[in-house]
T-cell receptor, first 115, second 117 residues
Framework: AQKVTQAQTEISVVEKEDVTLDCVYE???????LFWYKQPPSGELVFLIR??????QNEISGRYSWNFQKSTSSFNFTITASQVVDSAVYFC????????????FGTGTLLAVQP | GAVVSQHPSWVICKSGTSVKIECRSL??????MFWYRQFPKQSLMLMAT?????????EQGVEKDKFLINHASLTLSTLTVTSAHPEDSSFYIC?????????????FGPGTRLLVL
C-alpha cells in the first residue's frame, strides 16, 4: 500500500532559524514521484518541488532544499533562515499508479515562524 | 503557466440544496482533473478522478450519486454536491494535469469553501 508519513504535526521556530520538515513514504512501485506543496492560510496549494524515483540528487532553490534518500524512503525539506511568510502547512505527497497518477498526501506539518 | 481556477471560492447554502463547483484549467488542456476534500486541520483526501469525455472514477467510500462530476471539456470539470447536508461542509479542491503527460505534476485550484446550514 502507498503511504506518506509526516510525523511532525506542528513546528514552531523563531525567524532566521533553519527548520527541516520530515517525510517518509512507502510504495512498492519502482517508478513514482514525490512532491512538496505549501498551503498558506488562504488555502491554495502551492507546488514547491517534484522529484522522480530515479533521481536522488538533492536540490536547492533559494532558501529551500530537499534531501531525497531512497535507502531510508525519505524526502525531507529544509528551509534555511526561515521567515514569517514561510508560516503555512506543508504537505509531502507521493504520485503512483502509472496512468492514473494518483496523489496521496501526508497529514501535513504546520510551520509557525515567529518574528 | 499552469493556472487552475475554481468558482465559487465561497458558498453558503441551505440543507437540501445542490451546489455546483467549477474547476478550470486556464492556460493548458487537462484530460484529467482530480477532486479533493479537506476538513479543517486535516490532509487532502482524493474523492474522484475526472476524465474528459468519460465517467469519473470515485474513491472507495465516496458516494457517486451525491458528488456528481462532469468533465465536459479539456478545460472544465464540475463537481455538484447534491442535496447538501451540514456534514458536507468542507474545503473542496480540484487539480488538473496536462493532457498527454502521465506522471505530470498536478496543479491545484484555490479551493472552494462550502458551508451547509
Amino acid at each position: 500500500a502507498q503511504k506518506v508519513t509526516q510525523a511532525q504535526t506542528e513546528i514552531s521556530v523563531v525567524e532566521k532559524e533553519d527548520v527541516t520538515l520530515d517525510c517518509v513514504y512507502e510504495t512498492r512501485d519502482t517508478t513514482y514521484y514525490l512532491f512538496w506543496y505549501k498551503q498558506p492560510p488562504s488555502g491554495e496549494l502551492v507546488f514547491l518541488i517534484r522529484r522522480n524515483s530515479f533521481d536522488e540528487q538533492n536540490e536547492i532553490s533559494g532558501r529551500y532544499s530537499w534531501n531525497f534518500q531512497k535507502s531510508t524512503s525519505s524526502f525531507n525539506f529544509t528551509i534555511t533562515a526561515s521567515q514569517v511568510v514561510d508560516s503555512a502547512v506543508y504537505f509531502c505527497a507521493l504520485a503512483y499508479g502509472g496512468a492514473t497518477n494518483k496523489l496521496i498526501f501526508g497529514t501535513g506539518t504546520l510551520l509557525a515562524v515567529q518574528p | 503557466g499552469a493556472v487552475v481556477s475554481q468558482h465559487p471560492s465561497w458558498v453558503i447554502c441551505k440543507s437540501g440544496t445542490s451546489v455546483k463547483i467549477e474547476c478550470r484549467s486556464l492556460d493548458f488542456q487537462a484530460t484529467t482533473m482530480f477532486w479533493y476534500r479537506q476538513f479543517p486541520k486535516q490532509s487532502l483526501m482524493l474523492m474522484a478522478t475526472s476524465n474528459e469525455g468519460s465517467k469519473a472514477t470515485y474513491e472507495q467510500g465516496v458516494e457517486k450519486d451525491k458528488f456528481l462530476i462532469n468533465h465536459a471539456s479539456l478545460t472544465l470539470s464540475t463537481l455538484t454536491v447534491t442535496s447538501a447536508h451540514p456534514e458536507d461542509s468542507s474545503f473542496y479542491i480540484c487539480s488538473a494535469r496536462r493532457s498527454g503527460r502521465v506522471l505530470e505534476t498536478q496543479y491545484f485550484g484555490p479551493g472552494t469553501r462550502l458551508l451547509v446550514l
